[in-house]
């Protein structure tokens, strides 16, 4: 009886999260007006595009006019949702996007993330203070703790502060929103979940191989419908784009794939402007995969999914940042 019990409570579940998931793809608006579909950031009530440009990859550029233009002409275009983190590319991440965004209003038009590193009350209140500056702007529409890949950092955001200086921050109107990212394990961010805390938002990997290997898809999502939280994907093409190199998906099925997902933003790496038309193209043309089309995919993919190869930031340390692995003791070199 319990097993039938359990069994009955499973499938209501996942027929909630299915409906949820629904909702969220049912928000989706016509890119005619906004140069880009939107949806809606969960509890938040904020409408972003579904498309955001990473801060990381757009200031990868060594001329820093080449790195303004790209941002500017994104947000121009309609992609409203900026993508940045304090320790990206030492600080220039910030620094370029608060240049592009401080020039002929545009501010206004962005919903600008930005995402602080230390799990520590006094560090994180400096960092704010630093993006703040370097972004040139007295507020952000998001503050999200970066990185929560490691099973103690749960415990370190609450406990050693930062989440303390998050609360102060937004009771001074200097952050709108708050939430945290990770790219590594499912269960962190479950157990960042379980915390008594009323996130806005999750940022996790959204790529067509994730239903196979540590899937947030199946294992998170449906726990961030459930709390009513915006969810942003990242990681689309696996953080390497191995996988369209190697012919074994386009780059098409992987945009329309993510976007077919219950996440109101993609973030995508864009680093010059010919991957911006791409991506613009993309994302103004996307349908929602149907369930043929999307058991088709997940089939075509099956035998190279469940070993994580094309997902290798989920099981090594290479993929972490330098700060996170010094902040957790662990050399800057190796897997």
């Known amino acids: 009886m319990l097993e039938t019990g ?15 998931a629904e909702e969220v793809m049912a928000q989706t608006s016509s890119a ?40 500017q002409t994104a947000l121009d275009e309609g992609m409203t949702f900026m993508d940045n983190a304090w320790e990206y ?13 401080v020039m002929d209003g545009r501010r206004k038009k ?44 749960p415990e370190w955001v609450f406990e050693k502060g930062a989440v ?27 157990k960042m979940l379980a915390q008594q805390f009323d996130w806005d938002t999750a940022q996790m990997p959204n790529n067509v191989m994730d239903a196979g290997f540590l899937s947030f898809r199946q294992e998170v999502m ?7 939280m915006g969810i942003i994907g990242m990681k689309g093409i696996g953080g390497d784009a191995r996988m369209v190199n190697a012919g074994v998906v386009t780059l098409e099925e992987c945009y329309r794939y993510c976007l077919s997902q219950p996440v109101t933003v993609q973030v995508v790496g864009l680093s010059d402007m010919e991957m911006l038309k791409t991506a613009l193209r993309l994302g103004r043309a996307f349908q929602p995969l149907t369930a043929a089309e999307s058991a ?24 972490d940042s330098g700060y996170h692995r010094e902040q957790h003791g662990f050399e800057l070199q190796g897997a």
């Open 110 to 153: 962005a919903f600008l993330m930005t995402k602080v590193c230390s799990r520590e009350y006094a560090g994180a209140m400096q960092q704010l203070e630093e993006s703040l500056k370097r972004l040139q702007t007295d507020y952000l529409d998001l503050w999200q703790f970066h990185e929560c890949n490691y099973h103690n950092d």
């Open 164 to 190: 303390k200086a998050a609360l102060e921050a937004r009771k001074q109107g200097k952050v709108r929103f708050i939430g945290f990212t990770g790219h590594k394990a499912p269960a962190i961010h479950l």
């Open 296 to 319: 088709a995919l997940q089939a075509k993919v099956k035998e190279v999914q469940g070993d994580g190869r094309y997902e290798l930031f989920k099981s090594s340390k290479r993929y």
């Open 6 to 20: 359990t069994t009955r409570r499973g499938f209501i579940n996942a027929l909630s999260a299915a409906a949820l």
């Open 89 to 101: 590319n030492g600080g220039r991440s910030e620094d370029v996007m608060g240049k592009a965004l």
């Open 222 to 228: 449906p726990v961030c419908l459930r709390k009513k």
């Open 32 to 71: 005619a007006a906004t140069g880009l579909p939107t949806r809606v950031l969960g509890k938040t009530g904020a409408r972003v595009s579904i498309l955001g440009i990473g801060g990381a990859h757009a200031a990868r550029s060594k001329d820093e006019g080449e790195c303004v233009r790209l941002i």
